[in-house]
């Protein structure tokens, strides 16, 4: 049975702290990576899809890391904003995607 | 562009009663996919339509679950005999194509309540 852990659960943060999350998974037959953020009442927002070991990617403060041999990602979003307040999961495989439990994000103002 | 709508946003049913949940993907995504969160999980696959026909049913947890997408593009969900269990939020996702890598854009989801 594949599968993928996020770490941590819940975090809280204040305005301008930088945070990182880690989404595990499993390191045999990769195919794809994908971040989403997930705002409450609203549409899960792809924010990456990464398919290649080594992959770095950066959307404005937001910025992921692909490691595909040892079987994890990390998000890292600079200097956070009570906007970036949402679960961020990540999803892993090819149509069937398999989702991490979550990382529920709260910046404080 | 319109995004994947979904409709209702919110049901709430009793025990035993038929519901129907609707997805109206991306104009001109071929691929369209549900799944479904439980309390405290992530969302988990339930069922991937490849134009008209259902590629891959095997999420769907047992034959009270059925899904539709008789012309390619609206997809319905359909839950017969409703359980209490069933309770989640149902997600629709649609894909240009199939294929790893390639980018699921979600609906907002529909919260099902069975009391």
């Known amino acids: 049975i594949l599968n993928v852990e996020q770490s941590p659960q819940s975090l809280h943060v204040q305005e301008g702290d930088s945070t990182n999350f880690t989404c595990s998974f499993p390191s045999s037959n990769f195919y794809a990576l994908h971040w989403y953020r997930w705002e409450t009442a609203k549409s899960p927002e792809a924010l990456f ?24 990602s990390y998000l890292y979003i600079k200097g956070s904003q009570p906007e970036d307040s949402a679960t961020y999961l990540c999803a892993f495989g090819t149509y069937k995607y398999i989702f991490g439990t979550g990382t529920r994000l709260k910046v404080l103002a | 562009g319109a995004g994947v709508s979904q409709t209702p946003s919110n049901k709430v049913t009793e025990k035993g009663k038929y519901v129907e949940l609707r997805c109206d993907p991306i104009s001109g995504h071929t691929a369209l996919y549900w799944y479904r969160q439980s309390l405290g999980q992530g969302p988990e696959f339930l069922i991937y339509f490849q134009g008209t026909g259902a590629a891959d049913d095997s999420g769907l947890p047992n034959d009270r679950f059925f899904a539709v997408r008789p012309e390619g593009s609206v997809s319905t969900l359909k839950i017969q005999r409703t359980e209490r269990g069933d309770s989640a939020m149902y997600l629709c996702a649609s894909s240009l194509i199939q294929g790893a890598g390639n980018e699921q854009f979600f609906g907002p989801g529909t919260r099902l309540t069975v009391l």
């Open chain 1, 49 to 72: 899809v990464m398919t290649l070991n080594g992959d770095e990617k950066k959307k404005g403060r937001i910025s992921a890391t692909l490691n595909t041999k040892e079987g994890y």
